[in-house]
């Protein structure tokens, strides 16, 4: 079987691995790298449960070829705490309950970093924008946005 050598960063350190070409990035990140932390739900990008951060860009890592990330960054739930130390924003989720099974809570984390790189002081409806390709079955989507709101608080300091 052919397989292609890929050489990219992920949550900082550098990889390197031999794939056959057509694995999805949420396969190698799964099976191959055992970053279980991002989740499988539709398959087809519709859900949000596989978000990753891609040269700090979130994308459906069911939707993107592994061979897409030779050379770049990728950043999974995993990679966002340093030590033993949760990134803000994972302790926001967890101080506002911002998860019921947590199935979709990593996509929606890292969703919600990206929009607080980007934007450190979004009004509601920019969240709602930014969490709109993350889907949550188990919450009704109040205690997700109060977590958004409290992360942003947080970070505030952190600036």
């Known amino acids: 079987m052919k397989t292609i050598d890929l050489r990219f960063?992920?949550?900082g350190a550098k990889e390197r691995v031999s794939i056959p070409p057509h694995r999805t990035l949420l396969e190698l990140l799964r099976d191959d790298l055992q970053l279980i932390g991002t989740k499988?739900?539709?398959g087809h990008g519709?859900?949000?449960a596989?978000?990753?951060m891609l040269d700090g860009v979130t994308v459906n890592s069911c939707l993107v070829l592994a061979a897409e990330i030779d050379g770049r960054s990728?950043?999974?739930i995993e990679g966002l705490r340093s030590g033993d130390k949760?990134?803000?924003v994972q302790q926001a989720f967890i101080d506002e309950s911002g998860y019921q099974c947590g199935f979709c809570t990593s996509g929606v984390i890292l969703s919600t970093k990206a929009l607080l790189d980007a934007n450190p002081h979004p009004s509601d409806d920019e969240i709602r924008q930014a969490l709109a390709g993350n889907f949550c079955?188990?919450?009704g989507y109040t205690k997700i946005f109060e977590s958004v709101q409290a992360a942003a608080k947080g970070l505030e300091g952190d600036r």
Do not use: S
């Open 9 to 11: 960063t992920i949550n």
């Open 40 to 42: 499988e739900g539709c």
């Open 46 to 48: 519709e859900c949000g």
């Open 86 to 88: 949760l990134h803000p």
């Open 137 to 139: 079955r188990c919450t």
């Open 74 to 76: 990728v950043t999974t």
């Open 50 to 52: 596989c978000t990753v």
